[in-house]
């Protein structure tokens, strides 16, 4: 229990990554605040929580909208007083120029993503306790690219442009890190079989790995929790990537059975 007594908020927390979050802080001992749009399963994971005796708070809303973080920062602070850690998870994908996302669909994406992470840490920063902590979801995307990802990519190299501003600005007050995530298989915590993999990573999705295997979101909230822990205080400004060495791995047109067939964009 070594969140015991601590006031957590988390964005994007009714599914995937985000879900995983909310259960790792309550299975620690934190008090959990949430948001998010997906209200049936944000009302339900809430409920199955305050059933085994958690201290929660679930609001169902957009936090692309300026009103809804007012509304959310406000529900928080009336309910708990202050806070520990946020932690900026929300994010989605518009897809990106070669769709013809249109700039209403990128920029909805970035005030998801980038806008709404920067307006909670503002919102909250008279709030935040003594070793309080931000930690922003990012993405290995933040630095590497698919065709057709611009709106998903650019909110993610932002959110980490973000983190080390922020860490840099609120020094002395609270500590900023962020965690990249690489290919996590979220399947298993979505409320919806019909969501989930079929068949499940083939055996190449496996071995391309440097560590052998696929991650799961629980590698990604043992980060968050390592980050936002009062013990690792020296740490900020930082971005802790956790993609199984994916990253890490060059291969070329030819190597290891792999290649290349390109899918040149013609207007």
């Not at 199955?48 to 300026?66: E, V, Y």
């Not at 998870?89 to 769709?99: P, T």
């Not at 052998?212 to 968050?224: L, Q, T, Y």
Request: net charge negative; glycine share 8%.
């Amino acid at each position: 229990m070594q969140f015991a007594g601590k006031i957590c908020v988390i964005t994007g927390g009714a599914n995937g990554i985000g879900r995983c979050l909310v259960e790792s802080f309550v299975k620690e001992g934190a008090k959990v605040a949430f948001i998010d749009l997906d209200e049936a399963m944000g009302c339900a994971l809430a409920e199955h929580l305050k059933a085994s005796g958690s201290d929660m708070l679930f609001l169902h809303g957009d936090i692309a909208s300026a009103e809804t973080l007012e509304t959310f920062t406000k529900a928080v602070i009336a309910r708990f007083g202050s806070v520990d850690c946020l932690v900026n998870n929300a994010c989605l994908s518009r897809k990106g120029i070669l769709s013809g996302c249109p700039a209403e669909d990128f920029n909805y994406v970035l005030r998801v993503g980038i806008t709404a992470p920067y307006e909670l840490s503002r919102l909250f920063m008279p709030y935040f306790r003594p070793d309080a902590s931000i930690v922003n979801i990012s993405s290995t995307r933040a630095e590497m690219s698919q065709a057709d990802t611009e709106s998903y990519s650019a909110a993610k190299g932002g959110i980490s442009a973000l983190t080390h501003a922020l860490a840099v600005s609120l020094s002395h007050r609270v500590r900023v890190n962020a965690v990249n995530p690489g290919w996590i298989d979220t399947s298993s915590w979505h409320g919806s079989p019909a969501i989930r993999l079929q068949n499940g990573p083939s055996a190449a999705d496996i071995s391309q790995h440097p560590a052998n295997r696929i991650g799961k979101p629980e590698d990604i909230a043992r980060a968050v929790l390592f980050l936002c822990h009062p013990d690792n205080s020296f740490i900020t400004g930082q971005t802790f990537t956790v993609d199984g060495g994916m990253t890490r791995r060059m291969i070329y047109h030819g190597d290891e059975g792999w290649d290349y067939t390109p899918n040149l964009y013609t207007p």
